[in-house]
């Protein structure tokens, strides 16, 4: 079954400092992909930066870039230069393809907040 | 991107009384969309898979007769929760990708209370 360990519940980081929030995952499928979303307290998801395990290149996203591990099944997501609206809730995700379909499946996700 | 929007954003109701939430792919043509559940400072749990055309497929543990889903064209899904309970006050989530195998883009959700 597919799992996603998202450890770190909180992180406070100061304005304009670059911050790493922890994906570690765990998937049967031979080939899969990996997600980030960002949720702020509107409640809204959006989606930030995909992976894919064949990728042969880590994900960039303008200010946000995917530190993927195949071997250690980390997928750590690095924000630049963050930004007060960073602060939200962030997801990493794996998907898990069923009879032809994706399936999301979520870690518990980390309450990011920038302090200025 | 994708546009996917969700009405109502907010819905309270009396316990006993149906709610029907709609789902819109407004720029591109959903196959497939999503319906999830997340109740406060919890992850998003997939409730069921929503495919136009045919029969919506229900995670274990999600009551398919209580949690209606209608996948009536490319660009709209629905969901009812009937005879709802307080219980199943909960932040419902729809998401819809352009192919079964492509990104998933959320909508923005709709909280639900039920008094």
């Known amino acids: 079954a597919q799992k996603i360990t998202q450890t770190q519940p909180g992180m406070f980081v100061q304005e304009k400092e670059a911050v790493t929030l922890d994906c570690t995952y765990d998937?049967?499928?031979?080939?899969?992909?990996l997600f980030w979303y960002k949720q702020p307290s509107s409640g809204e998801m959006i989606f930030l930066i995909y992976?894919?395990?064949?990728?042969?290149q880590n994900a960039t996203e303008g200010r946000y870039s995917l530190n993927f591990q195949k071997a250690r099944k980390s997928a750590n997501l690095v924000i630049s230069a963050s930004q007060l609206g960073d602060s939200a809730m962030y997801f990493c995700?794996?998907?898990?393809?069923?009879?032809?379909?994706?399936?999301?499946?979520f870690g518990q996700g980390t309450r990011l907040t920038i302090n200025p | 991107g994708a546009v996917v929007s969700q009405h109502p954003s907010r819905v309270i109701c009396k316990s006993g009384t149906s709610v029907k939430i709609e789902c819109r792919s407004l720029d591109f043509q959903a196959t497939t969309m999503f319906w999830y559940r997340q109740f406060p400072k919890q992850s998003l749990m997939l409730m069921a898979t929503?495919?136009?055309?045919?029969?919506?497929?229900?995670e274990q543990g999600v009551e398919k007769d209580k949690f209606l889903i209608n996948h009536a064209s490319l660009t709209l899904s629905t969901l009812t929760v009937t005879s709802a309970h307080p219980e199943d006050s909960s932040f419902y989530i729809c998401?819809?990708?352009?192919?079964?195998?492509?990104?998933?883009?959320f909508g923005p959700g709709t909280r639900l209370l039920v008094l």
């Open positions: 995700a794996t998907v898990h393809f069923i009879q032809g379909a994706q399936k999301l499946v």
């Open positions: 992976q894919g395990s064949y990728d042969q």
């Open positions: 998401s819809g990708g352009r192919g079964s195998q492509e990104t998933q883009y």
């Open positions: 998937t049967s499928d031979p080939s899969y992909g």
């Open positions: 929503s495919n136009e055309g045919s029969k919506a497929t229900y």
